[in-house]
């Protein structure tokens, strides 16, 4: 286990009075370790510190699984005596200051879009246990649900849901149906765009005879704008009273920002948690249950995933429909045949693939990240290290993709910056 850990976090860790923790030394029993996301600058990252702090106290005096238990701070100040002063409200370590590489490894790793985020681990795999550590803070203050793994979507749901009409119907109705997860609100102008287009989608799939339910799990702010949102759906919800089992949902996915449309298969097992992207890039439904397809072609709905790690983004020349196939095809082996190593490893793949035309996006992406204007041009782009790769060659080859990727996850490329 500490092999591992070390490998995730490096050697040294360090600590509130300015000293070196050794990896390897954090204990034989420890099991679970939260990576604490945040930023000294930040308001809700002070504020969740604190609860933090009384919640890590209480666990290490008072549960039976102190010892299993670590939390590591991975910061993304850029001034260090703002990080040494935060520090010092912490009764856990930290990755280094100086350790940026390792930070942004691991930002990209476990996919964090927002701070504060507390991500829990397995200590001897580094595998997810819970995304959204701080509705475990919130809800189980004392850590008695510990270690907070996940439970069956079936199990977490279980209860009365809600139609529009005011009547309900049990969860177990939801039995052998693919399942869309929708967390969203009112106040949220994305969210009632999205529903929209979600109404004309839910009636396509259930016009083809698939068995297909939705599931809202609201974020509003107040019953009364629950029911008006809730009024537009056709399909079911959870009581908005029941604000342990939204919350619960909230968990399992971790949630981090909204709208969100988890697509489930009829067992209960995850599909994508790109419903929003698939929904607004599919509107005639004929991928559905939109399984994760190796290559994207890039557009303005799923662009929003650059930001979500690296991605490796091939430019060519083309500007009609269909002559992007080609490019498509060169790069897709490569492509699934990552996604089924990672798969294989239940972890998600570290690398998503697009392949972009000439057009607006395209180019917008091209200023944006300073990239030169030949075609084709092979890229990989982490927008969260504001980092580029690029392999500028007269001819893209299998070969050549497969090294650059091979390189890549290898770090042996030198990062040009955005």
């Known amino acids: 286990m500490s092999e591992f850990l070390v490998s995730l976090l490096g050697e040294r ?4 009075e300015k000293a070196e923790v050794d990896v390897q030394s954090l204990g034989a029993k420890l099991s679970l370790v939260g990576l604490f996301f945040g930023c000294s600058l930040n308001a809700p990252c002070k504020q969740f510190n604190g609860s933090l702090c009384e919640f890590y106290s209480r666990f290490k005096k008072t549960s039976d699984h102190k010892d299993k238990l670590e939390i590591v701070f991975i910061s993304s100040d850029q001034d260090q005596k703002h990080w040494q002063d935060f520090l010092q409200e912490m009764p856990w370590p930290a990755l280094p200051f100086k350790d940026r ?33 701080l509705l475990v803070v919130r809800d189980d203050p004392k850590g008695l649900e510990f270690p907070w793994g996940p439970k069956p979507f079936a199990e977490v749901v279980a209860g009365p849901l809600l139609r529009n009409n005011r009547q309900t119907t049990d969860s177990s109705s939801l039995e052998g149906h693919y399942v869309g997860v929708y967390f969203s609100a009112h106040w949220c102008p994305p969210c009632r765009s999205l529903t929209r287009v979600l109404v004309e989608s839910y009636r396509i799939v259930k016009e083809s005879g698939q068995k297909f339910e939705i599931v809202f799990v609201s974020a509003d702010r107040s019953e009364e704008s629950f029911k008006q949102y809730f009024s537009e759906m056709p399909w079911l919800a959870v009581p908005y009273s029941d604000e342990a089992r939204r919350s619960r949902l909230n968990r399992l996915y971790g949630i981090q920002g909204i709208p969100t449309l988890i697509l489930l298969d009829a067992e209960g097992h995850m599909i994508t948690r790109q419903g929003r992207v698939e929904v ?33 983004v091939l430019f060519v020349d083309a500007e009609e429909e269909g002559e992007l196939e080609p490019a498509k095809e060169l790069i897709q082996p490569i492509a699934e045949k990552l996604m089924a190593k990672y798969k294989a490893k239940e972890e998600e793949t570290p690398l998503l693939f697009f392949v972009a035309g000439e057009d ?23 927008m969260s290290a504001r980092a580029k790769y690029v392999r500028d060659v007269e001819e893209i080859t299998p070969a050549v993709v497969e090294q650059f990727v091979s390189d890549f996850l290898a770090e042996k490329l030198k990062p040009e910056p955005i």
Not at 118 to 126: E, H, K, M, Q
Not at 127 to 133: L, P, Q, S, T
Not at 363 to 379: C, H, K
Request: hydrophobic share 40%; net charge negative.
């Open 101 to 133: 590489h390792k930070k942004m490894k691991l930002w990209n790793k476990y996919k964090v879009t927002s701070i504060p985020s507390l991500v829990f681990v397995d200590a001897a795999t580094g595998k997810v246990v819970c995304r959204n550590g």
């Open 280 to 312: 607004l890039n599919d509107p005639e439904c004929r991928l559905f249950p939109w399984h994760p397809r190796p290559v994207l072609e890039l557009s303005e709905s799923n662009a929003v995933q650059l930001h979500e790690g690296p991605c490796l």
């Open 13 to 16: 860790l360090v600590n509130s």
């Open 360 to 382: 607006d996006m395209s180019d917008s992406l091209r200023d944006y990240t300073n990239l030169p204007e030949a075609a084709p041009l092979l890229t990989i782009l982490d």
